[in-house]
């Protein structure tokens, strides 16, 4: 280990604290140094773990991309992540490096132009709403798959409600989690309901109106809910 002086010392589960600070940041307006930072750091990200996409496949005639990625991932040029999805591995001096399992998920979230966002019971822990850990990540999206078993995770893909984009998917989110109250792990309704209240109401106005808005999408039981935490919210 490596003793390092800091400005503020954070003592947490890395997952928990990283969580709670990305819900605590995510209005933040950054400066252009950070914003050059962060711009490195996602295109470092991408010489190691470029994702194969058609336009990568040296091929003319797209119908035969699948024959053409068979050809290529027998040859050991490509990595198979799951049916249908490869990346280009990193060559280091120790040898391929693959993607994490993270990574992995991550490119059925952004492989298409659906916005399909991350729900279920790891979306609700990073939200603030359980502690537990599931072996299943939920998506939801318009794309359809079949399940799929990355490492030790299994994929599970649901129909999305709502067509939300950028800093909206955390409103559904929310709304899922209202939806699915009664199977939250660790937790209890009650918790549920007055722990989104308050972040309910750290919301602007505009966001609590699309929010209210992407309700009617939801079961009546769901809109129940929410009417009921924006009441005591007053």
Known sequence: GKNVDVDLPIVGDAKNVLSSLNNVLKD??????????????????????????YDDI????????????????????????????????????????AP???????SYLKSDETNSYET????????GLTTQVSNETVIATNKPYRKVRIDNINLKFIPKRV????????????????????????????????????????ESLEKQNKLTKFALKYTPRTRAILGAIFKEIG
Request: hydrophobic fraction near 35%; charged fraction near 35%.
């Open 58 to 97: 040296p091929c003319l005639n797209k119908t035969s991309a699948a024959i053409e990625l068979s050809r290529l991932f027998k040859k050991g040029i490509i990595k198979k992540v799951s049916k249908g999805k490869f990346y280009k591995p990193k060559i280091r001096v120790f040898g391929e490096v």
């Open 100 to 106: 994490n399992t993270n990574d992995k998920i991550k």
């Open 28 to 53: 933040y307006e950054s400066n252009e140094d950070a914003k050059k930072w962060v711009k490195l750091l996602i295109e470092r990200k991408k010489e190691c773990f470029p994702r194969v996409t």
């Open 120 to 127: 279920g019971a790891n979306s609700f822990r990073k939200l």
């Open 163 to 202: 067509d939300a984009k950028g800093d909206e998917i955390y409103l559904v989110q929310i709304l899922d989690a209202i939806k699915d109250i009664n199977k939250i792990p660790a937790t209890t309704p009650n918790d549920v309901v007055k722990y989104l209240k308050e972040i309910i109401k750290e």
